[in-house]
C-alpha cells in the first residue's frame, strides 16, 4: 500500500498543508490535519484493524463515529497505555502511535482465530452448559483459560501520569448535540437571551453538514451559523465534548479530551458538571447495519460512514463498491461514490423504488437492483463478492466495499439513562425518547427529523422553547434555512432473517443465529437475549446492534416491537476514563489530611505522625524511644510520675448557648445536666434513640446559658448535626443555638503529678490552686490576646487539665508549656500513650463504644440512675438489652508471665471448647507499667464471674494466654490522684 | 429437564443447536398452589428449588413482576464472601458459602463460582488489629482467613498503590481465599431451571396486585393474571418489600436505597482477586469477558429508582484510584443501580411473619447475593414447617422490638443517612 | 445529582446536605415513656415508591434542616421547605423539573 493511496485528489475538510506522521502496528504512515486515525488509516488502505471478541475474527473500519465496535486500538506505553479507544473517535495527531488488540502473535495472523472452527461449539451461553466437571473445583481450571482469551486491549498496571480535572458549570440551556438541530437551536436561545452551552462530540461543529460534498450550500449555512454564534458573549461551544451521561436536576455530565494538552501538563480530560436550566436533545441519529451473512468482513461499512470518508476526509474506502439499503438516505453514499470516481452498484430491498432517485443513480452510471438485498459475502481479511438475492434470483458482484444501511436508530440514550423509556414510533421503525421532563426538549434525528431541513426548523423551535423555559424570551429572528437539504423522508423495512454467520453484534460476536437459540431456550425477553448473549454488552453498548436484536427477537416471538420492548441505556454514553470522574481529587487531594494548630511544631520534634480520621496526630516522640512499643511506656510514665502534654485539638467542639441550653444538655446526654453549676464541668454520655451509647465528652458550664461541650473526634460532626437537628425539627420550642467550634480553639492536655506546677509557671496571671480551680472546674483568661480556657479533666487518671487556646495562639501557648514545664520533667506524649493511659484507668472509648453496647455494658449505668426523658432512654429498655449475660466491660489481667495479651483474642472459659465466639473479646490492651503486666479491656457475657479466668485465644497470632477477669479500673479506684 | 455437559453441547452444537430445550418452561399460573413464592429474583427462586428439593413440596409458583433475574441478583457487583463477626451471620453466611461450593453440580447450570480469594487492605496498625479479630472469629468458626503482611498483599496485587506518597498506606490485609465470585445471571438462571425441573411453575410479566385472605390469613395473591390461591405466600422480593408488604399490611422496618455498581470496558486479565479497600468504599474484582466490576457506598437517601447519583460516582471513583492508580485510565461502560432493602441493623429477615399464611424473606440491604443459597434453603425450610432454621433464627422480625440486633458495623438505625 | 433549592441559599448539589431520612414520622415527645411510639418512630419505615417528606441539612450551607418532598421513583422534588416553619408549596423551579412518574 503507497502512502495515502485512498486519499482523493481533492477535497475534504482535511489541511493537506498539515501532514502529520503516526503509525500502527509499528507501520510509518501519513495523515493530515483534520483527519481521524480512522480516516487515515482508511486513505492508507489498512482494512483490517482488529479481531472480533471471540471469533477472532478479521475486522475493518465500519463506522465513522462513537457507534464503532471493530475499529478498536490501544494508544500510548507505560502508564500512558489506554486501550479499546475508537479509531473513529480519535483525533489524528503528530506522532501518534496506534497498536492493534485482541490478536497474538500478529493482526494478520492470530492463533485464536481458530476459535471461528470451535464456532459450532461456542454458541451463546455454551459456558453454562459445561465446564463443570470432573470436580467440583474444575471451574477454577477452565476459567483461568478462558479470562485470557477473554477481554479486549490490554490496560497498564503504572500509575496513570497524567492529570484531569473536574469542573462546575451552570447554563439556561445546554444542547446535546453541534449538527444543525443542536447549532439551530444553540442560535434561537442565544438570540432569546439565554446563556447557552453547545456541546459536541466531534472536533468540528456540524454533524451531518460535514458529510456534505464540499461547497455545498450546507457547507455555506454551517459557516454562517458558527459566525452568529460565536458572536454571543454568552454561548459556550465546546467541541470533543461527549454528554456522557444526564443525572436528576437537569445535570450533565459532560467529557472533554485535550488530548494535545498533557504536552504542555495541562489535564488531558475535562469532566464538566453542566447545571442546565433547559436541555436540548440534539445528538442525531445512528445508522443500523443490515444483518447477513459474512456481514462483518472488513470493507463493510455503515452508508453514511462511507460518505463521510468521502466527503469529509477525501478518503475513497473502495472503488467498487455495493450499497446495501432500505431507505433513501443511503442512496446519497451511492451518489457521491459514484461522482468519486468509485464503480457502484445499489440493492434496494424496497421494490419500488423513488423516480427522482432512479434518474440521478442512471445518471450517474449506478446499476440499480430494487427488492433486493445481500445474501452473502466473499471474502476474508477484506471484502471480495456480494451475492445479491431479489425477485429473479443471486447474482454475485465484485467488490471491495459494502454500504450498507438498515435506517436510523434515534439516540435516546441520555434521556432512558434517566428512565424515560424511549417509545416506539411506527412512521420511522424506530424508539425516540418517551415523555420530556419539564425543561427538556428534542431536536432533529432524537425526535425522527432526519432531514437536515427538519433538524434546522426542530431545532430552532426547540431553542426558543427552552430559553423561554429560562424565561429569556427575547424576539428571535427566523430560522436560516437550508432548502437544498430537503430530501424525501426515509423509508423504512423490515430485513430477511439471516442466514449463516451474520453478526447483529458486531463487536461481541452475537449473531443471528444466538438469537434464535436465546430464543428456543426462552431467554426471550430483551433484558435475558442481552444477559445470555452479551448483546450490547461491548465498548460501543450495542449503539448499532440494539434496533437488529429487539427486531430479530420481535420477529422470532411474533411480537411487535413495542411488545418485546427495549433495554434501559445506562451512563456513561461513551466510555469515561476514570481518572477524569476523579479529577484533581486524587493523591493528596483525596480525602485531604486536616492538621492541628501544633502539627508542625510535633513534625519539628520528632512525632511519628498517626492519622486518625484524617486528622494528623502524633503517634509517639521518636525521643521517648526507638519504636512505639518502647516509647509509649516511656511517655505513660512521664505522665505518670511528672507530667505529660498531649495535642486534644482534635476533639470536637460545640458551643451551646441560649436560655434552654441546660434543658438540651439535660436531654441528649444520659446523665443529667440541668443542674451543673456554672464553672464546673462533667462527663456525659449520648445514647442513640435505639438506647445504644453513641458518643462520650464533657461539657462545662460557662455561664447560665453558655456551655462548651466537647465530644469524641470521629462523632464531631455526627454529634453536632444531631443537636440540630433536634433542635430544628423536635424541640422548636427549645431557645438554644449550636455551632461547631472545633477549628476555632487549639487544645491541650497537661497531665499528671506535676501538671499545676507547670501550668502555673505558663500562666502565672491565673490562680489555679485546688480551690480555685477543683477537679471539674473551669477558669478562663487570656493568652497572648487570645481567650484562654482551662478545664479540670482527667482522661489518664492523672491530675490533668485541658487548656483550650484560640486556634492561632495554639503553638505559641503549646511552646510556652513545652518551655516552662521542662523542669518538672514535662514531656509531649502521643496517642498510643494517651490509650494506654485510658486503658489502664478503664476509660471506654471507640473500641468498647463500638455501636453495640449499652450504658449497663459499659458500666456506665450507674451515671444515669432513675433518670427518664432522655434520647434513647425508652428503647434501652428493650429485653434483650438487658439480659443477664449479655457482654459487658471487665478488665483482664495477664497471668502467664512473659506472654502479653492481644486486641481481638476470643475470650474462653476454662475448659470450655475453643471454637465459635467463645464468651467475649479483648477491646484494648496494654502494657502496665504501674502494674509490670499486660492488662486489657474485654467485652466478656455475663456469666464469667470476676476472679475467674479466662483463655484469651488469638488464633492468627497462636496465642492462647490465661487471663483473670477483674475490675476495668486498674489505677487508682478511688481517684486519689485527680483531686488535691 | 436434559442435562447440561460436554456431550450434549457437542451434540447440540453439531446439529446446529436446533433441539435446546426451553431452560424453564412458559406455563399459565394454575388456580391454586400449595406455595407461591412472589419475586423471581436469586432468593425466590432459590426458595422454590430448595421447598422441591429438600421438603418435596413441588406445586409452587413463583411470582415475578418482570423476568426472572431481573432485580439485584442481576445488578450487583456478584461478591461471595462469608467473613461476618457476629453469632448468627457468621454461620449464616459460611453455610451460604457451602452450598456455592456445590451449587454448579446442584443445579446442573455452571454458575461460574470462582474461588478467587478476597483481600481486604489494612491502612493502619489498629485496622491490621480489628482484621485479625475478625480472622479469629473466622477461624475459630471453622471459616478460612489470613492476615497478610504488606509484602504479601504486594506480591498477590502488584498493581496497588505502594508509593511513598499513597494517600492510605497499606499496613496489610485479611484474606478469604473461599471468597469470590460468581456469574450472577446463571444463579438466577440456574434455579430456574433446576427449579423447573422439579416441576415449579415460573410465571413472568406478572405483576403481584394484592393478597387474597380468608379472616386474617393470607391465602393467596391477586396478580395480573388473575387470583391464585396458596396454601402459604413467601415474599422474597429485596428492595421492593415495603411495596408489597404494605398491600399485605406488614409494618416493616425497611427503607429502600440504591446501591450503585460499575463496569469498565473488556480488558486482559489484571485483577485476579476480589480487593476491597479498607480505607474507603469500593471493591473491585474482574469478570470472565474482561470487566472490572466495582461498587462503592449507598447513594444515601431513600430510592426506587434503579439509577445512581453523580456524586458517588466520583467518590468511587476516587476511592478506586487511591487504592489503584493505574484504574485512571482505564474507561468506565456503564454504571446502574440497584434498590436495596435496608433494615436497621443491616442484616436481614427471614421468617414466618405476624400474619398467618405470609412468609418473610428481605432486608438484604448490601449483602444478598452472597446469601442467595442460604436464604433460599433456610427460608424454604422456615415456610416448610412454619419455623425457622437455626441459621436463620437470629433473622426476625421482632428483633428490633427486643433489642436482638446484628449490628455488623455498629451504625445504628439508618444511620447509612446520617 | 438532586438540585435541592434551598430556602436559605439558593439551589444547590444534593452532596452539600446531609440526609436525615423520612420525615413523616412524628418523634415522640422526650418525655414520652411510650415504648410503641419509640419503636415506630426509630424503627417502622412507611418507605413508599413515591411522594416522600423527607429531612436534609445544608451542612455545607446555612446548616440548616429542610424538608423536602421528594418522588422516590425519579426523584423529582415537588418542595422543600424550613424543618423550622411549617413547610410550603413553592412554584415549580426550573432548576427541579418536575417529571411524571416513570413507572
Request: charged share 20%; aromatic share 8%.
Amino acid at each position: 500500500m503507497s502512502s495515502n493511496s485512498k486519499r482523493l485528489a481533492e477535497g475534504g475538510r482535511i489541511d493537506r498543508g498539515r501532514p502529520l506522521e503516526f503509525s500502527f502496528d509499528g507501520s510509518k504512515l501519513t495523515g493530515f490535519q483534520g483527519d481521524t486515525l480512522a480516516s487515515a488509516l482508511l486513505a492508507n488502505g489498512v482494512s483490517l484493524v482488529g479481531r472480533s471478541f471471540k471469533y477472532h475474527r478479521p475486522r475493518g473500519i465500519f463506522s465513522a463515529g462513537a457507534e464503532e465496535p471493530n475499529a478498536l486500538v490501544t494508544l500510548g506505553t507505560g502508564g500512558r497505555r489506554e486501550p479499546n479507544l475508537p479509531a473513529t473517535m480519535l483525533e489524528l495527531a503528530d506522532g501518534m502511535g496506534a497498536e492493534s488488540q485482541n490478536r497474538w502473535p500478529s493482526l494478520a495472523f492470530d492463533v485464536q482465530s481458530l476459535n471461528s472452527l470451535f464456532a459450532p461449539f461456542l454458541s451463546a451461553g455454551f459456558y453454562y452448559k459445561t465446564f463443570m466437571g470432573p470436580t467440583r473445583r474444575a471451574w477454577m481450571f477452565y476459567e483461568h483459560f478462558i479470562r485470557k482469551a477473554a477481554g479486549l486491549g490490554k490496560a497498564a498496571i503504572e500509575p496513570d501520569p497524567d492529570r484531569y480535572e473536574v469542573r462546575h458549570a451552570f447554563a439556561d440551556v445546554a444542547i446535546v448535540g453541534g449538527g444543525p438541530a443542536g447549532l439551530s437551536a444553540a442560535r434561537a436561545a442565544a438570540n432569546a437571551g439565554a446563556r447557552v452551552a453547545l456541546i459536541e462530540q466531534d472536533f468540528e461543529f456540524g454533524g451531518q453538514i460535514l458529510s456534505e460534498r464540499p461547497g455545498s450550500e450546507a457547507a455555506a449555512w454551517l459557516q454562517a451559523v458558527e459566525a452568529e454564534l460565536e458572536g454571543f458573549g454568552d454561548v459556550s461551544l465546546m467541541a470533543r465534548t461527549t454528554a456522557v451521561g444526564l443525572y436528576d436536576g437537569n445535570v450533565l455530565g459532560l467529557v472533554e479530551r485535550r488530548d494535545d494538552a498533557q504536552a504542555v501538563g495541562q489535564a488531558r480530560q475535562a469532566f464538566t458538571i453542566l447545571r442546565a436550566g433547559a436541555i436540548v436533545f440534539a445528538g442525531g441519529a445512528i445508522e443500523r447495519p443490515l444483518v447477513f451473512s459474512n456481514n462483518d468482513r472488513p470493507g463493510v461499512m455503515l452508508a453514511s460512514a462511507v460518505r463521510t470518508y468521502v466527503n469529509r476526509f477525501a478518503v475513497l474506502p473502495g472503488r467498487k463498491a455495493v450499497v446495501a439499503t432500505t431507505n433513501d438516505g443511503a442512496w446519497r453514499t451511492a451518489f457521491d461514490l459514484a461522482a468519486a470516481g468509485a464503480q457502484v452498484t445499489l440493492a434496494d430491498l424496497r421494490a419500488t423504488l423513488a423516480p427522482a432517485l432512479q434518474a440521478e443513480a442512471s445518471r450517474l452510471g449506478i446499476a440499480v437492483h430494487a427488492g433486493t438485498h445481500i445474501a452473502d459475502l466473499r471474502g476474508g481479511r477484506a471484502v471480495m463478492a456480494a451475492r445479491l438475492a431479489g425477485a429473479g434470483g443471486e447474482t454475485e458482484v465484485d467488490c471491495d466495499l459494502v454500504c450498507v444501511s438498515g435506517g436510523w436508530s434515534p439516540t435516546v440514550h441520555l434521556t432512558s439513562q434517566l428512565g424515560v423509556k424511549p417509545v416506539y414510533r411506527e412512521d420511522i421503525d424506530g424508539f425516540v425518547p418517551g415523555p420530556f421532563a419539564a425543561g427538556q426538549f428534542g431536536a432533529g434525528s432524537v425526535v425522527g427529523g432526519f432531514t437536515t431541513a427538519e433538524a434546522i426548523e426542530t431545532g430552532h423551535r426547540a431553542g426558543i422553547g427552552a430559553a423561554s423555559y429560562c424565561g429569556k424570551t427575547k424576539p428571535v429572528p427566523a430560522a436560516l434555512e437550508l432548502q437544498s437539504a430537503k430530501l424525501p423522508a426515509a423509508a423504512f423495512r423490515n430485513i430477511p432473517a439471516a442466514r449463516g454467520k451474520a453478526f447483529v453484534d458486531i463487536q461481541m460476536d452475537v449473531t443471528a443465529g444466538d438469537i434464535a437459540l436465546a430464543h428456543r431456550e426462552g431467554y426471550e425477553s430483551v433484558e435475558h437475549l442481552k444477559r445470555y448473549t452479551t448483546l450490547g454488552m461491548g465498548t460501543d453498548q450495542g449503539k448499532t446492534s440494539n434496533f437488529p436484536a429487539l427486531s430479530a427477537m420481535a420477529a422470532l416471538r411474533g411480537a411487535t416491537i413495542p411488545e418485546t420492548g427495549t433495554t434501559t441505556f445506562r451512563p456513561p454514553y461513551t466510555p469515561v476514563a476514570i481518572g477524569a470522574l476523579a479529577g484533581r481529587a486524587i493523591g493528596r487531594h483525596f480525602k485531604p489530611i486536616r492538621r492541628t494548630p501544633m502539627h508542625d511544631w510535633h513534625i519539628a520534634n520528632g512525632a511519628d505522625m498517626l492519622e486518625v480520621g484524617l486528622w494528623m496526630r502524633p503517634y509517639f516522640y521518636r525521643g521517648a524511644g526507638r519504636d512505639v512499643n518502647e516509647a509509649y511506656v516511656a511517655e505513660m510514665r512521664f505522665v505518670r510520675e511528672a507530667a505529660g502534654l498531649m495535642d486534644i485539638s482534635t476533639l470536637g467542639k460545640i458551643d451551646v448557648q441560649g436560655p434552654d441550653a441546660a434543658t438540651l444538655l439535660d436531654r441528649v446526654y444520659a446523665n443529667g445536666f440541668a443542674k451543673l453549676p456554672v464553672g464546673r464541668a462533667r462527663y456525659g454520655v449520648m445514647l442513640r434513640d435505639d438506647g445504644i451509647v453513641f458518643d462520650d465528652g464533657t461539657t462545662t458550664r460557662l455561664g447560665e446559658q453558655r456551655f462548651f461541650m466537647t465530644t469524641s473526634t470521629a462523632k464531631a460532626a455526627d454529634v453536632t448535626s444531631r443537636l440540630e437537628f433536634l433542635l430544628d425539627t423536635a424541640w422548636r420550642d427549645l431557645r438554644v443555638a449550636v455551632s461547631s467550634v472545633t477549628d476555632e480553639w487549639a487544645a491541650m492536655s497537661v497531665a499528671g503529678p506535676r501538671s499545676r506546677q507547670v501550668l502555673a509557671a505558663a500562666f502565672p496571671a491565673l490562680d489555679l490552686s485546688n480551690e480555685a480551680l477543683p477537679h471539674m472546674g473551669v477558669i478562663e483568661g487570656e493568652f497572648d490576646g487570645r481567650a484562654l480556657r482551662i478545664i479540670r479533666l482527667s482522661y489518664s487518671g492523672e491530675r490533668a487539665y485541658e487548656v483550650y487556646v484560640g486556634a492561632s495562639a495554639g503553638e505559641a501557648a503549646w511552646g510556652r508549656l513545652v518551655e516552662v514545664g521542662e523542669p518538672f520533667g514535662l514531656r509531649p506524649y502521643g496517642v498510643e500513650a494517651l490509650g494506654a493511659l485510658r486503658v489502664e484507668k478503664g476509660h471506654v472509648a471507640g473500641p468498647e463504644i463500638d455501636g453495640r453496647t449499652t450504658l449497663d455494658d459499659l458500666g456506665l449505668g450507674r451515671m444515669v440512675g432513675k433518670r427518664s426523658g432522655f434520647v434513647g432512654d425508652v428503647l434501652r429498655r428493650r429485653p434483650a438489652l438487658g439480659e443477664p449475660n449479655r457482654q459487658r466491660l471487665v478488665g483482664l489481667k495477664c497471668l502467664e508471665a512473659g506472654k502479653r495479651l492481644s486486641g481481638g483474642a476470643i475470650l474462653f472459659k476454662q475448659g470450655q471448647t475453643r471454637q465459635g465466639h467463645g464468651r467475649g473479646r479483648i477491646t484494648s490492651v496494654t502494657y502496665s507499667p504501674t502494674l509490670g503486666a499486660y492488662v486489657g479491656l474485654a467485652l466478656l457475657a455475663g456469666d464469667v464471674a470476676m476472679g475467674e479466668e479466662v483463655v484469651a485465644v488469638h488464633r492468627m497470632k497462636n496465642e492462647a494466654v490465661r487471663a483473670h477477669v477483674v475490675s476495668p479500673v486498674f489505677l487508682d479506684p478511688e481517684g486519689e490522684r485527680l483531686h488535691g | 429437564m436434559r442435562r447440561y455437559s460436554a456431550l450434549s453441547l457437542l451434540a447440540n452444537g453439531l446439529a446446529g443447536h436446533r433441539h435446546w430445550q426451553r431452560a424453564w418452561r412458559a406455563p399459565e399460573p394454575k388456580r391454586s398452589y400449595d406455595v407461591v413464592i412472589v419475586g423471581g429474583g436469586g432468593h425466590g427462586l432459590a426458595t422454590a428449588f430448595y421447598l422441591a428439593e429438600n421438603h418435596g413440596i413441588r406445586n409452587v409458583a413463583v411470582i415475578e413482576k418482570g423476568y426472572v433475574g431481573g432485580g439485584n441478583v442481576g445488578r450487583n457487583t456478584t461478591v461471595i464472601r462469608s467473613n461476618y463477626l457476629l453469632d448468627g451471620n457468621t454461620q449464616f453466611y459460611e453455610f451460604s458459602m457451602k452450598l456455592w461450593e456445590g451449587l454448579t453440580h446442584a443445579l446442573n447450570f455452571n454458575v461460574m463460582f470462582s474461588q478467587r480469594g478476597q483481600i481486604v487492605t489494612a491502612h493502619s496498625a489498629d485496622q491490621l488489629d480489628f482484621f485479625g479479630y475478625r480472622a479469629n472469629v473466622m477461624r475459630l468458626n471453622g471459616i478460612d482467613a489470613e492476615i497478610l503482611s504488606r509484602d504479601d498483599v504486594r506480591r498477590l496485587v502488584p498493581y496497588l498503590d505502594y508509593s511513598d506518597t499513597a494517600r492510605f498506606p497499606i499496613h496489610g490485609a485479611i484474606m478469604q481465599r473461599r471468597a469470590g465470585t460468581a456469574r450472577h445471571d446463571a444463579v438466577a438462571w440456574g434455579y430456574a431451571r433446576a427449579a423447573d425441573g422439579h416441576g415449579v411453575d415460573i410465571i413472568q410479566n406478572c405483576e403481584v396486585t394484592g393478597f387474597l385472605r380468608e379472616g386474617e390469613r393470607i391465602v393467596g395473591i391477586e396478580t395480573a393474571k388473575g387470583p391464585i390461591a396458596a396454601g402459604k405466600v413467601g415474599l422474597a422480593v429485596a428492595g421492593h418489600t415495603s411495596v408489597l408488604g404494605h398491600k399485605a399490611g406488614l409494618e416493616l422496618p425497611i427503607e429502600s436505597h440504591v446501591l450503585q455498581a460499575f463496569v469498565t470496558e473488556p480488558l486482559k486479565p489484571m485483577v485476579d482477586h476480589v480487593v476491597a479497600y479498607g480505607a474507603d468504599h469500593f471493591y473491585v474484582s474482574q469478570s470472565d469477558k474482561g470487566g472490572l466490576v466495582f461498587g462503592g457506598n449507598l447513594d444515601g437517601y431513600n430510592s426506587y429508582a434503579q439509577r445512581g447519583n453523580l456524586g458517588v460516582v466520583r467518590e468511587v471513583a476516587e476511592a478506586a484510584i487511591a487504592l489503584m492508580p493505574c484504574i485512571s485510565r482505564v474507561r468506565l461502560l456503564r454504571h446502574w443501580g440497584g434498590v436495596m432493602d435496608m433494615t436497621p441493623d443491616a442484616s436481614p429477615i427471614i421468617c414466618p411473619t405476624p400474619i398467618d399464611g405470609l412468609y418473610l424473606n428481605g432486608g438484604w440491604c448490601y449483602g444478598g447475593f452472597k446469601a442467595t443459597p442460604a436464604s433460599g434453603w433456610c427460608f424454604a425450610h422456615t415456610i416448610a414447617t412454619g419455623k425457622p432454621h437455626p441459621l436463620n433464627a437470629a433473622y426476625s422480625l421482632d428483633r428490633f422490638r427486643t433489642g436482638r440486633t446484628l449490628d455488623e458495623a455498629g451504625v445504628g438505625p439508618f444511620a447509612w443517612l446520617q | 445529582m438532586l438540585r435541592i433549592d434551598c430556602p436559605c441559599c439558593g439551589p444547590r448539589d444534593h452532596d452539600e446536605f446531609r440526609y436525615g431520612g423520612d420525615a413523616s414520622v412524628t418523634r415522640p415527645a422526650h418525655d414520652d415513656s411510650d415504648f410503641e411510639a419509640w419503636y415506630r418512630y426509630v424503627f417502622v419505615r412507611k418507605n413508599p415508591a413515591g411522594a416522600h417528606r423527607e429531612h436534609w441539612q445544608h451542612v455545607l450551607g446555612c446548616r440548616q434542616w429542610l424538608i423536602v418532598e421528594r418522588d422516590t421513583r425519579n426523584h423529582a422534588i415537588a418542595s422543600v421547605a424550613l424543618a423550622r416553619k411549617p413547610p410550603t408549596k413553592q412554584p415549580p423551579t426550573n432548576k427541579s423539573p418536575a417529571r411524571k412518574p416513570s413507572r
